[in-house]
């Protein structure tokens, strides 16, 4: 049996919402991007408004940008994250300070960020890993006690909640959401900046579409809009498709199904490998909703296999995983422009030495998470072959 690591499973209406854009004569940015952006704000429930980019990595740049981030300014964010996270900050000249993790949340590590302050500290970058809530209460306290910003990297966190309340409602500065095609909810390419700050929202606006003053939709519809427009900065083009949009809706509108398909998968990978030498991730407290974008397991000392060998066992019986993440710190860009050593970083690199992300997607079969179950009882020594 072959079970992948993920697997995209659309819904006839969820294609159909695709085909009926393309046969409406309006491709790219336009009502559905408009609807889609409501919608999304919407269902979080807050006072927020939302941006719609054509990817997460689009939407944190932005953000950065509208926040003022540039040249001599310091932003803080984990190790143990995708390239994307950090990468913006170096678009805009600014630097990256990269910190370890705390070892229970594998999430932003609070005594790490304080560390890495300095005066040249303008931002802390949190990243809900896997879809678990940061710790924000100290985050935010950090934050007003040294004046500055916070950027929330939620790729993976739609819809996860803290303390109750949805990520993207926090009151932080801005939150990012992205709906790459094996997030937690999808447009193929895409992404939304969500934030309660106008001026921020209006900025990412216009730098979303070149730095133009209005959007192509009300230059060519909206017939009472004027149709002379004005450049304010050399933007960029980082705006969602109607195409895109259109999909958007229909996955925003049964991702709470998903997340539920994906909560139960979780629960039974923690039951069932509970007694194998394996940490298993940390679930959200009782109060709050853990959007379980990964399952990430973690190979304890004790394993007859080490982390590489039982990815190979694994594949050998043609079961896909992943690792998230091979931390930035170990990257050679990123190790030679910072000059980073291992050694800085323990809790993350213990982890990520020893960490293979399990097959985790909505429409995941019983008998496909059966075949994932048995092969690593098989494995680890504890189980049957079968
Ligand atoms: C996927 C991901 C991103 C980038 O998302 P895109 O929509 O592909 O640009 C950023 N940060 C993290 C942690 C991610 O997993």
Redesign the pocket.
Known sequence: MEVPFFRVALENNEIDAVVSVLRSGWLTTGSKADEFEKAFAAALGGNVGAVAVN????GLHLALEALGIGPGDEVICPTL??T??AEVIRYLGADVVLVDIDPVSRNIGINAIRDAITPATRAIMP?HFGGLSCNMDAIIELASEYDLKVIE?A??AYPSTYKGKPIGTLGTDATVF???AN?TMTTG???MLVSSNSALLDRARTMRTHGIDRDAFSRFIDHNSPWRYDIVAPGFKYNMTDIAAALGLTQLFRAQAMRESRERLARRYDAELAKLPLFLPPSAGDKDVHSWHLYSICVSPDSPLERDALISKLRHDGIGTSVHYIPLHAMSYWRDRYNLAGEKFPHASAYADNAISLPLFPDMTDSEQTHVIDRINYHLGKGKDC
């Open positions: 990817s997460a990595t689009a994250t995708f994307a996270t990243v990297d790729a993976h992205s709906f790459y997030k390419e895409g992404g």
